[in-house]
């Protein structure tokens, strides 16, 4: 499919990237065959009783893409878009994402189609360990490794964790990350995607000659990524002048009190609606505002041959997965915007799960002052790799990441060889 085609299947555009970089680093056509197809797909269905007594069936996936690397690694997520497409194409970035992160890990994804927000808690109880259940020989400490994603957090993974040690008949923390703290999950996981996109904008800044302090910034999404993303950047000097969320968006060219729309979103039942220190703009306007890094960290798909040519950052920063469509990427870069890709800039989450996994598996856990100096290690490592790899093939940092990603693919599939 061509670069200007629209693709309206979501593993269409992640292939679509996977073919640009494969033509231009020269890639073996046998292994972007075998990364084209994923290794496995497991579809179930979930009868699950509802608090008013009836029997509802819910939809879950699991793909594990790869393995070459090592053990799957990825989220799950709810979400009512939740399909065979995403799951396959969320599976794929993982894969990709764990190999720029340098980490010992193949890519998978899971999910169930849901409406989080129209399920009690007891419900979401029932579902999840009834997802768990029927994926428990899928998932393993040594085998594919969940954890969250967008729609489940701590209180999840605590459920499936739970599940998986009574059917096993064995406490194995390492068999899913992202876990509260007090049963196996490592310091610094909750804020550590958050944290990796502010890693990756100051390596980004550093290289364009641009001083972090007063550079203005817009965060898109104001959840787990986006809040933390948000809240860090401001740390380091960055003013972010613009944040919203799925209920509301705003901006104040003064800067906004992270720390204040926080504390609002935490006593408003986590949402950004009614927030009264910046003013209230339209949901559409909040990318195309006046800024020097514009970080979307909400849904897939939201830079488009629509808008990006109204963006008027000098840097993007993908918290999300998937936030630019293939047919944005040639205006983003016509326009000589620097775009750090997902597959690098949300890495830090799955770099943090990995500490997590190292930890449950030694029994031995970390203050949060040694994860986050290891983190930023990787991070900066994933970084300069990825830099150096567009500088070397003169493409984008996007294509740039999926070459040195192809690179280190390449050799497990060569090394471990096929029948
Ligand atoms: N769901 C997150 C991601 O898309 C984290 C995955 C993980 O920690 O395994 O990267």
New binding site residues.
């Given amino acids: 499919m061509s670069q200007t085609a629209q693709h309206n299947s979501m593993f269409e555009a992640v292939l679509a990237r996977l073919d640009t970089a494969a033509k231009l680093m020269n890639l073996n056509p046998e292994v972007a065959n075998i990364l084209r197809n994923p290794a496995r797909q497991v579809k179930v269905s979930l009868p699950v009783v509802m608090d008013n007594g009836s029997i509802r069936v819910f939809e879950g996936y699991r793909t594990v893409h790869s393995t070459h690397l090592g053990p799957s690694?990825?989220?799950?997520?709810y979400a009512m878009d939740v399909n065979a497409d995403e799951v396959m194409a969320?599976a794929a970035?993982?894969t990709f994402?764990c190999a720029v992160a340098n980490l010992p890990?193949g890519g998978a994804?899971g999910g169930i189609q849901l409406d989080p927000r129209a399920h009690s808690v007891g419900e979401l109880e029932r579902i999840t360990r009834a997802y768990a259940l029927a994926m428990k020989d899928v998932f393993g400490v040594n085998r594919d490794?969940?954890?969250?994603?967008?729609g489940t957090s701590g209180r999840e993974m605590a459920w499936i964790l739970d599940e998986l040690n009574k059917v096993n008949g064995e406490d194995a923390p390492g068999v899913i990350?992202?876990k509260p703290i007090s049963i196996g999950g490592s310091l610094g996981?909750d804020a550590?995607?958050g944290r990796g996109v502010m890693i990756n904008t100051l390596c980004a800044l550093e290289k364009m000659g641009i001083t972090a302090k007063g550079a203005k910034a817009v965060v898109q999404g104001f959840g787990n990524v986006g809040a933390h993303a948000a809240r860090l950047l401001s740390e380091q000097g960055i003013c972010v002048v613009g944040i919203g969320d799925h209920t509301a968006s705003y901006y104040n060219a003064n800067g906004i009190d992270i720390t204040a729309a926080i504390a609002y979103t935490n006593s408003n039942n986590k949402v950004l609606k009614g927030f009264t220190g910046a003013t209230e703009i339209p949901a559409d306007q909040l990318l195309i505002q006046a800024c020097d890094i514009l970080v979307p960290a909400a849904l897939q798909n939201v830079i488009t041959s629509s808008n990006a040519d109204a963006i008027k950052a000098k840097l993007i920063v993908e918290g999300a997965?998937g936030p630019t469509t293939p047919e944005a990427d040639p205006i983003i870069n016509s326009k000589k915007i620097i775009c750090v890709p997902d597959i690098l800039a949300?890495?830090g989450?799955?770099?943090?799960?990995?500490f997590e996994w190292v930890q449950n598996k030694a029994g031995y856990y970390w203050p949060e002052s040694e994860v986050n100096s290891k983190h930023d290690l990787k991070m900066r490592e994933a970084f300069e790799q990825v830099w150096a790899a567009s500088q070397n093939y003169k493409t984008s940092l996007r294509i740039g990441a999926y070459i040195a990603a192809l690179q280190k693919i390449e050799q497990g599939v060569r090394l471990k060889g096929a029948y």
Avoid: E, H
């Fill in positions: 690694k990825g989220g799950i997520r969320l970035w993982m994402k890990y994804k490794i969940p954890a969250p994603d967008m990350t992202g996981r550590a995607t997965n949300n890495s989450g799955v770099t943090v799960s990995y």
